[in-house]
């Protein structure tokens, strides 16, 4: 199970939540091409999108070939544009309002040391220093969430 603020946090997390091979969605290897991935249900079909996405095809095609909710593909084409976004820098570069928005996103340290040529260790240690921390809020139902809390005050 997953849980987020936004769709795009609940599918990364459930994303990586079904296999620790998974880092979110992100381009894999393919087994079929594209077409034949996105016109077949299967249980990779999401990783056929982002593959899809990446290499440029459009939600309306997308659409006309899985029959996918537009929203949801449109969340989806957010998150691999936001990812394109993210190559662009380094961990030394990116600003904190774009490292808040990549957490908020879902985002895990592992995806975007991948981004930028790092290690989870050397993300870890800027997003710290950016004062970005998850913590555990609990909520009516009894389940945790995990979300991004960005402290006001007491961060050095």
């Not at 593909?73 to 928005?101: E, G």
């Amino acid at each position: 199970m997953s849980i987020g603020r936004t769709f795009e946090e609940a599918i990364q997390k459930a994303i990586r939540a079904t296999d620790p091979r998974n880092i979110g969605f992100s381009e894999t290897d393919a087994l079929m091409s594209i077409d034949q991935e996105l016109q077949t249900p299967s249980d990779q079909r999401l990783f056929a999108i982002a593959n899809a996405m990446q290499q440029g095809y459009s939600v309306d095609k997308i659409w006309e070939m899985t029959q996918i909710d537009k929203w949801f593909l449109n969340k989806l084409m957010s998150l691999t544009r936001f990812a394109n976004l993210m190559t662009k820098y380094t961990d030394s570069s990116i600003p904190r309002s774009l490292f808040v928005q990549a957490k908020q996103l879902g985002f895990s340290d592992k995806q975007l040391a991948n981004f930028w040529g790092s290690n989870e260790n050397a993300v870890r240690q800027v997003r710290v220093e950016f004062c970005i921390t998850p913590y555990v809020k609990q909520i009516d139902t009894g389940q945790f969430l995990l979300t991004i809390c960005i402290p006001h005050t007491n961060c050095s």
